[in-house]
């Protein structure tokens, strides 16, 4: 069953311009306002931003 409420992390990632772009915030797991989704709080920033430059290397 779909979500009354969309899901702004896709939501963000289909928004971008390219398919590089969309990866990164994916890899990052921000949405349009910045912030983290919550099963990814845990991971250290700097832990995201390496996993996203390995992916669009």
């Known amino acids: ?3 009354k409420h969309p899901d702004t992390w896709i939501e963000h990632c289909e928004n971008q311009e390219n398919l ?3 990866i990164v915030y994916a890899a990052l797991a921000e949405n349009h306002l910045g912030k983290r989704n919550n099963h990814q709080k845990r991971r250290k ?6 996993f996203a430059a390995n992916l669009v290397d």
Do not use: P, S, Y
Request: glycine content about 0%; aromatic content about 0%; overall charge neutral.
């Open 20 to 22: 590089e772009d969309a």
């Open 45 to 50: 920033k700097i832990n995201l931003e390496k």
């Open 1 to 3: 069953m779909r979500q």
